[in-house]
């Protein structure tokens, strides 16, 4: 008789230690799937303010690739910009690209090209090359691209950009 109840309370003790394992087990689950959400989240994130400054900076490699985007005249502070945009002197800043003008279009992408120095300035010292041969006109470009109220992040490209030009 004494070896019986030896018995039946060993196993109650193997079911006891069967279902301590199988929490800690769940509760390392649980954990690890709480990190991968967040590892998943932080990822995304990182795709969107990825895609928004490539978006934000093919525009300002259009308008770098596109002379006519960046004309040689008018006063300091004259300003080219995509339409819709505030504080322009003239809205015809354009996609040539197909890909960008619906995000132009629908608001989300903008730019504006300023005038920062006078025209037919001198160039600045330093560039190698015969500066009496030549004068230059700086600008200051900036796009912005910008559709984080519907989680697809926000970017803005700002860059400097000199263009020289022969002297007669």
Do not use: W
Request: include cysteine; glycine fraction near 8%.
């Amino acid at each position: 008789m004494y070896r019986k109840k030896e018995r039946n309370s060993q196993r109650g003790s193997v079911l006891l230690v069967s279902l301590i394992f199988l929490i800690v087990i769940g509760l390392l689950g649980l954990s690890s799937m709480q990190t991968s959400r967040l590892e998943l989240r932080m990822a995304n994130n990182e795709e969107v303010r990825t895609n928004a400054l490539q978006i934000a900076l093919a525009l300002a490699d259009a308008v770098v690739a596109t002379p006519s985007m960046t004309p040689v005249f008018g006063a300091i502070g004259y300003t080219l910009c995509t339409p819709g945009q505030d504080n322009c002197d003239n809205p015809s800043l354009f996609m040539p690209s197909a890909d960008l003008a619906p995000e132009v279009a629908a608001g989300h992408l903008g730019g504006t090209v300023v005038l920062s120095t006078a025209p037919n300035s001198p160039p600045p010292r330093g560039l190698g090359f015969s500066a009496d041969k030549f004068s230059a006109a700086g600008f200051q470009l900036t796009s912005t691209y910008d559709r984080a109220d519907e989680g697809l992040g926000s970017a803005t490209v700002s860059q400097g950009l000199l263009i020289l030009t022969a002297t007669n």
